[in-house]
T-cell receptor, first 110, second 110 residues
Framework: DADVTQTPRNRITKTGKRIMLECSQT?????MYWYRQDPGLGLRLIYY???????NKGEISDGYSVSRQAQAKFSLSLESAIPNQTALYFC?????????FGDGTRLSIL | SQQGEEDPQALSIQEGENATMNCSYK?????LQWYRQNSGRGLVHLIL?????REKHSGRLRVTLDTSKKSSSLLITASRAADTASYFC??????????FGGGTRLMVKP
């Protein structure tokens, strides 16, 4: 079983819908991160959390929110999805460094 | 904004040849990391080099760091078809946040 699991793996939805992407980990790491990847670009940080009561904005947090439900669970929400949020989304965890990634959620917003 | 920039953006070589990828960054770092991404998968950590290190080896991988030039290189020796992937450098500047470059797409032809 994967150490960092993302669900769903693929999602197609419509503009204006609320979407939640979920991430769970079995690595016992305190730190969790959400990134998005656009074609030809590297990863950009959306939000990160260093423990259950800690939430921090990353480089591109506008239009997104997160919830750290437990040490092992970190979810990303798009309150009202728009087409330019179409991207590949990755969750990652770490103790300090390096980071360990899930296999991503491919999100398409029509 | 992307801190690291990889060069070249794409590289195609024959199996058995060496592959060299370069990364440049703009501000001082704590460490620099290289990750590999296979198609449709998450990133996998390859190697971390600290700012006070100049060279590091891991199997067929050799990483160098020149902090005076703000650059790093990743050398893969005796490449294999299985090395076909995208390779990203990521810089850790402060607070253990990573900033990723746009990646180098490596194709190794059998």
């Amino acid at each position: 079983d994967a150490d960092v699991t993302q669900t769903p793996r693929n999602r197609i939805t419509k503009t204006g819908k609320r979407i939640m992407l979920e991430c769970s980990q079995t690595k016992g790491h305190d730190r969790m991160y959400w990134y998005r990847q656009d074609p030809g670009l590297g990863l950009r940080l959306i939000y990160y959390s260093f423990d259950v009561k800690d939430i921090n904005k990353g480089e591109i947090s506008d239009g997104y929110s997160v919830s750290r439900q437990a040490q092992a669970k970190f979810s990303l929400s798009l309150e009202s999805a728009i087409p330019n949020q179409t991207a590949l989304y990755f969750c990652a965890t770490s103790h300090v460094q390096p980071q360990h990634f899930g296999d991503g959620t491919r999100l398409s917003i029509l | 904004s992307q801190q690291g920039e990889e060069d070249p953006q794409a590289l195609s070589i024959q199996e058995g040849e060496n592959a060299t990828m370069n990364c440049s960054y703009k501000t001082s770092i704590n460490n620099l990391q290289w990750y590999r991404q296979n198609s449709g998968r998450g990133l996998v950590h390859l190697i971390l080099i600290r700012s006070n290190e100049r060279e590091k080896h891991s199997g067929r991988l050799r990483v160098t760091l020149d902090t005076s030039k703000k650059s790093s290189s990743l050398l893969i020796t005796a490449s294999r078809a299985a090395d076909t992937a995208s390779y990203f450098c990521a810089t850790d500047h402060a607070g253990n946040m990573l900033t990723f470059g746009g990646g180098t797409r490596l194709m190794v032809k059998p």
